[in-house]
């Protein structure tokens, strides 16, 4: 049972423009989410968090969106630039159970040119 | 600051044979561990976590196992390799007070011949 979904495995984005990345969960105890980004041979990197009492984070140019009745949330990357090519992980948590991360199986964004 | 050390980077093993890896982390006290498997075209699956030196939680039944001799040493180990244990085995942390990502290492490539 895979109850964080990223149902897009890849995404093609214009360099300069807006990447939006999604994600779904299933677990309503779900309380703490984050998004990674991995390049290749090399361990994920922390990008940004966002606790459930919130709906919106915003970090430099990464925004993460969480919708806690769809569900849902997304990853906003603007402006896109090449260095963001990379696979995108998301993840959850229930910070009220344990400190176990359930991932999703990521989507690997390419910048275009 | 705190640092999390993979080793080796890259392993070749034949079928059958013993396997261990090492994952240390520097400058932080009582962590968190953690390991994680990322197959070919699949996200990070957690195998093992730990809360402490000598506890060891289990997430999937498998050929691996997992120790923690010491508060920052957590060792990935199997006495006879499947080529099914094939993948990209990452090592991460959180701080013992929780509500924090995990911060991974590098990585370790291991393919089963």
């Known amino acids: 049972d895979q109850q964080v979904k990223q149902n897009s495995p890849s995404l093609s984005v214009q360099e300069g423009r807006i990447s939006i990345l999604n994600c779904d969960y299933t677990?309503?105890?779900?309380?703490?989410f984050l998004w990674y980004k991995k390049y290749p041979a090399e361990g994920p990197t922390f990008l940004i968090s966002i606790s459930s009492i919130k709906d919106k984070n915003e970090d430099g140019r990464f925004t993460v969106f969480l919708n806690k009745s769809a569900k849902h949330l997304s990853l906003h990357i603007v402006p896109s630039q090449p260095g963001d090519s990379a696979v995108y992980f998301c993840a959850a948590s229930d910070r009220n159970r344990d400190d176990k991360i359930i991932f999703g199986k990521g989507t690997r964004l390419h910048i275009l040119p | 600051s705190q640092t999390i050390h993979q080793w080796p980077a890259t392993l070749v093993q034949p079928v059958g044979s013993p396997l261990s890896l090492e994952c240390t982390v520097e400058g932080t006290s009582n962590p968190n561990l953690y390991w994680y498997r990322q197959a070919a075209g699949r996200g990070l699956q957690l195998l093992f976590y730990?809360?402490?030196?000598?506890?060891i939680s289990s997430e999937v039944p498998q050929n691996l196992s997992a120790s923690r001799p010491q508060d920052r040493q957590f060792i990935l180990s199997s006495k006879k390799l499947l080529l099914s244990d094939s993948g990209f085995y990452l090592c991460?942390?959180?701080?013992?007070?929780?509500?924090?990502?995990?911060?991974f290492g590098d990585g370790t490539r291991l393919s089963i011949l």
């Open positions: 991460a942390w959180t701080p013992g007070q929780g509500n924090q990502p995990q911060h």
């Open positions: 730990s809360v402490g030196i000598g506890q």
């Open positions: 677990n309503s105890m779900f309380d703490y």
